[in-house]
């Protein structure tokens, strides 16, 4: 029998006698101490809360699987789902706009189809944990599913999907792409005050003010690169039908993105932990389609390419679909920051962190060296076969340290480029043999020892991942694209038209017994380019990879070689940073993409203090003096490629580029860059950048944790700030 309580009406005595009660007890030490926002409303703008830690409570929405994230030290959030509405939308992109989960599917030769947890019929299983939820979703119509799960974490939030959770039950329908939470923090016009942070270049930032519908597109860039198993190898901007006159954007090399309301001191950082290798960062300003900033990852599962019919590319070709879906778990941590750190100084910060403390990045010597690189030499054609055209020959090195040397500059850091047998571009190396023309093979195993004894990091470069099909057979151990045709380079130079892209497995190979070969002469330094910045999907025979393998394969590669060898890497994706003793080529500029708002050296600041971090060649910089600022604001360390001979011997190789490099003419700024960074760099040696200030009257402020601040001043007028007084174009360094 139930028993049913009848309610009895308080009198007013007894109601003031609780409320006294009550509040005697809010008084008391150790009763009913938990934090104000916890015991708030159990519900948030249609989210009911799921999860709570000593920072932050978890909301959701089981209609949309949409989440919100509360700092509850301030009260403050981001939510996934959009909770404003102007009225613009069509359904399409409300779904975007609230779904946790957001699939483009693949229907024929259809790419663009949208699947989402508003507009289709959906069945979901919802399963809570004691940090989060998990969601088995079923898209009934086109038979395809997945598991969500997500959780709460000290630091923030994980969104996750096994691999082993997805199905794809029908051969109508394929999943192309798949997002979770897109719109996390997404802000309506100006309404916050903020940015988003991409990782283009060194990093960017895109202000969330009212952008005015001026752009039509936002930034959409694959994580890890380009993957040229699907490109055409077709350029159609060449000038002359020979020269490219547009330059080739940044590369992603990191898989971070970000979102900061500075007025709310919320932020979080996106580290896409799993998947990243076949995952692009989309970001997109307001006025770009919809009044809302967002970003977010997006995970490729399959694509259409197109299939020629023939081996005449020309004649034509048919779209058709990938045959099997990437195989990876899809994961992104979101590691939310708040109050003075909820800025993209406080990202950096939380980035480094996360990788030293996962392993995946370890301190190394950051002892100040310029870098002064070395062209050996290369070919050009003659009557027949080539000649060699020799730019620096071992001797030259020497004579060139020791007029350094003489001048006071001792602290050096070179990558010898063209040292081996055929010069620059007979690739690949395979054996530890130097070019005669530079002095032979005894000669650079001298000149190893003589650096070594001098402190000097001497390095050998060379690209792992190219063959050059002119000089070497290229018919086996090559990638082939998705579509089975062998992929070609062009270079758009008269001597080595074109190379192509060894597989993994023969890289592998090569690499490991080259370094076998030159530790036989106490020869461990290795430059490596090429596979430190590649990733591809491919075909070897018969056989398809995916850039996850290709990823493994190098990672296996560089795993085993750092138990014997130094390694330098050439702008290196950061999956292959903690086998990096010298991080090679860091950009200091972006694409310049319009919508970008502002420039800021975002990768610099994660990695100064842990390994040392050099920039791309000051040679080729049209502007040195802002260069040199910048170098200085980045904490990075200068580069020069410099030959003994004149630029001008290299007119008819493959090396044209290469218009300035001649010592002589180099010197004296070499001189006067290491006297000058050098100086900055005993100031803040082993220090971490743990702010980065963009002032308007065009100074910029860098703080390190042991005290120091950077001022510089980027207008060609005086400005003061903070009480220093800077003449324009120039730094000032505060301990």
């Keep these: 029998m139930a028993i049913k309580w009848k309610k009895r009406k308080k009198s007013w005595r007894e109601k003031i006698a609780l409320l006294l009660t009550f509040a005697c007890l809010l008084t008391l030490p150790g009763v009913l101490s938990f934090p104000l926002t916890a015991r708030a409303a159990q519900e948030l703008n249609g989210h009911k809360q799921i999860a709570e830690n000593d920072r932050y409570v978890l909301y959701m929405n089981e209609d949309y699987l949409s989440i919100i994230v509360q700092d509850k030290a301030t009260g403050k959030y981001m939510e996934s789902a959009v909770s404003y509405d102007d009225g613009k939308n069509n359904e399409l992109w409300l779904g975007q706009m609230r779904s946790g989960l957001l699939l483009q599917l693949i229907y024929g030769t259809n790419d663009t189809m949208q699947a989402d947890l508003i507009n289709d019929d959906v069945t979901k299983e919802i399963t809570y944990t004691d940090n989060g939820f998990s969601a088995d979703v079923y898209w009934n119509d086109y038979k395809i599913g997945m598991r969500l799960e997500v959780e709460l974490t000290e630091d923030g ?9 997805i199905r794809e039950e029908d051969e109508t329908y394929y999943i192309g792409t798949i997002a979770m939470y897109p719109y996390l923090g997404a802000s309506y016009l100006d309404d916050k005050e903020g940015y988003m942070f991409i990782p283009d270049g060194n990093g960017a930032l895109i202000y969330l003010d009212d952008k005015e519908g001026r752009f039509k597109s936002g930034y959409s860039t694959m994580i890890y690169g380009t993957d040229i198993g699907f490109i055409d190898n077709t350029v159609t901007t060449l000038f002359w039908e020979k020269y490219k006159m547009v330059n080739t954007a940044n590369s992603v090399i990191a898989p971070i993105y970000g979102m900061a309301y500075t007025d709310d001191g919320i932020a979080y950082l996106a580290v896409v932990e799993d998947g990243a290798e076949r995952a692009t960062i989309e970001a997109s300003p307001n006025g770009a389609s919809i009044d809302y900033n967002r970003i977010y990852a997006r995970f490729i599962e399959r694509k259409l390419y197109k299939q020629p019919t023939s081996n005449n590319t020309t004649i034509g070709s048919f779209d058709t679909v990938e045959t099997d879906r990437s195989h990876s778990d899809l994961q992104i941590r979101y590691l939310f920051l708040s109050g003075d750190n909820a800025n993209y100084s406080g990202m950096a910060a939380a980035y480094r962190n996360y990788l030293l403390q996962n392993g995946d990045l370890s301190k190394k010597d950051t002892s100040y060296r310029t870098r002064v690189d070395f062209l050996g030499t290369d070919r050009e054609s003659w009557v027949i076969g080539t000649s060699a055209v020799v730019m620096t020959t071992v001797d030259d090195i020497r004579g060139i340290y020791e007029d350094l040397e003489d001048a006071g500059v001792t602290d050096f850091f070179s990558a010898y480029k063209g040292w081996q ?11 530890y043999k130097a070019d005669k023309e530079i002095g032979g093979t005894s000669e650079l195993t001298k000149l190893t020892e003589e650096a070594a004894a001098k402190g000097i990091s001497f390095y050998l470069y060379q690209d792992a991942l190219r063959i050059n099909p002119t000089e070497n057979n290229a018919t086996f151990n090559v990638i082939k694209q998705v579509n089975k045709r062998k992929y070609v380079e062009d270079t758009y130079q008269d001597v080595y038209e074109e190379f192509n892209f060894l597989t993994p497995a023969r890289t592998n190979a ?7 070969s030159a530790a036989k002469k106490n020869v461990t330094n290795l430059a ?5 910045n590649n990733l591809f999907t491919y075909i070897y025979s018969g056989t398809s990879y995916s850039r996850y393998d290709c990823a493994d394969s190098y990672g296996q590669m560089f795993d085993a070689l750092d138990a014997s060898t130094n390694l330098a890497l050439e702008v290196p994706y950061a999956y292959l940073w903690k086998y990096a003793d010298a991080f090679l080529d860091m950009p200091l500029y972006t694409s310049s993409y319009i919508y970008e708002d502002e420039s800021i050296p975002f990768m610099s600041m994660v990695l100064k203090g842990v390994i040392p971090v050099y920039s791309d060649y000051v040679n080729f910089e049209a502007n040195k003096q802002e260069f040199f600022l910048k170098m200085v604001e980045a904490g990075t360390y200068p580069s020069f490629y410099i030959t003994k001979e004149s630029s001008a011997d290299l007119i008819y190789t493959n090396s044209s580029d290469v218009y300035s490099s001649e010592y002589s003419v180099y010197r004296d700024t070499i001189l006067q860059y290491t006297q000058e960074l050098k100086a900055i760099n005993e100031k ?3 220090a971490y950048i743990t702010g980065h200030e963009i002032r308007d009257n065009g100074i910029t402020v860098v703080t390190y944790d042991n005290g120091v601040t950077i001022y510089i001043n980027y207008s060609t007028s005086q400005q003061s700030a903070d009480g220093h007084t800077l003449e324009g174009m120039s730094y000032e360094v505060v301990e």
């Design 528 to 532: 490596v380019g090429g596979v430190s």
């Design 684 to 686: 803040v040696e082993g």
């Design 510 to 516: 090569l690499l490991t017994k080259f370094a076998e």
């Design 157 to 165: 939030v994980t969104a996750r999907i096994p691999d082993d959770s």
């Design 421 to 431: 047998k055929g010069g620059i571009y007979n690739l690949p190396v395979t054996s």
